[in-house]
């Protein structure tokens, strides 16, 4: 079967009208897997696919580079593309890293912490090596549970052992004259935690006194002039101990609003 007749059953029995639907996408990246060649046609063959091409890229060229290092990457890949990294503008901050290899080294020095921080099936070793029962690791899904009740629409800031949440209910934007409804979370040691919380908006902002709702620190915020990009400052006391983390909650002219699945308009 051509990877062709492939793609058509994936797209007729998986097909949504979100391209940039999981499902889908997924099957165009083993489509790659399964019929390229060599690193560049394993990439074409999967975006040329269509549907969330960019993405089904990244996540091929991700894992590409996981199992061959970059010496498994031509250069014909590597020289267009280069080492600089360059934010979009709403990403923009200070701290930021400016060329992957510095990013590859943060990114693995997280992991060595998480890996002694906590117990699990993973190991940083000399070479790749499989165990033996890799099947079973690969279909266990016990720990599934806690990602599926995550909120997707929250930021998360780790201080020390704090994890601090800021529950957007919806989108991260504050429009004029619109009162918007925010919830934090905390979570020390991985329980739950209900701590003091004290929050500070930028000036002209109205914040409520925060409350407390089914283990969330609840508080509602609204302004009649909202820049593009505002930081939100928030305190947790708990057991002693104080913890400050900084969120940012956009205004409207830093978003662009396109209807779901519809594409950008042409210029």
């Known amino acids: 079967m051509s990877s062709r007749v492939t793609r058509e059953r994936i797209a007729t029995i998986f097909g949504h ?18 019929y390229g060649k060599d690193y560049g046609d394993i990439l074409c063959k999967a975006v040329n696919c269509g549907f969330d091409t960019d993405c089904t890229g990244a996540t091929l060229g991700s894992l590409l580079g996981i199992m061959g290092g970059t010496a498994g990457i031509p250069e014909e890949w590597k020289k267009p593309v280069g080492y600089a990294i360059t934010p979009c503008a709403q990403t923009i901050m200070d701290g930021l890293p400016k060329t992957i290899t ?13 890996l002694k921080e906590r117990s699990g099936t993973s190991e940083f070793g000399e ?4 165990p033996e029962n890799i099947l079973s690791l690969l279909f266990r899904n016990e720990k599934i549970g806690k990602l599926l009740t995550f909120d997707n629409n929250c930021a998360v800031e780790n201080i020390e052992d704090a994890e601090i949440a800021l529950h957007y ?22 329980s739950a935690v209900m701590p003091e919380i004290e929050i500070k908006a930028p000036a002209g902002w109205s914040v409520s ?8 620190g609840r508080f509602s915020v609204s302004a009649k002039t909202v820049e593009n990009k505002n930081a939100l400052e928030i305190t947790v006391k708990a057991e002693g101990k104080t913890a ?24």
Do not use: M, W
Request: glycine share 10%.
């Open 17 to 34: 009208v979100q391209p940039c639907n999981a499902i889908p996408n997924h099957g165009f990246a083993v489509i790659g897997l399964l």
């Open 102 to 114: 510095e990013l590859t080294e943060r990114t693995a020095k997280i992991a060595e912490k998480l």
């Open 127 to 130: 070479k790749a090596v499989l």
């Open 169 to 190: 209910n919806g989108e991260p934007v504050l429009y004029p004259g619109i009162e918007k409804t925010l919830d934090v979370s905390v979570r020390k040691g991985g």
């Open 209 to 216: 006194k925060p409350e407390k709702v089914q283990g969330l």
């Open 244 to 267: 400050k983390a900084s969120f940012t909650l956009l205004g409207p002219g830093a978003v662009k609003l396109l209807p779901a699945a519809q594409s950008a308009p042409q210029s």
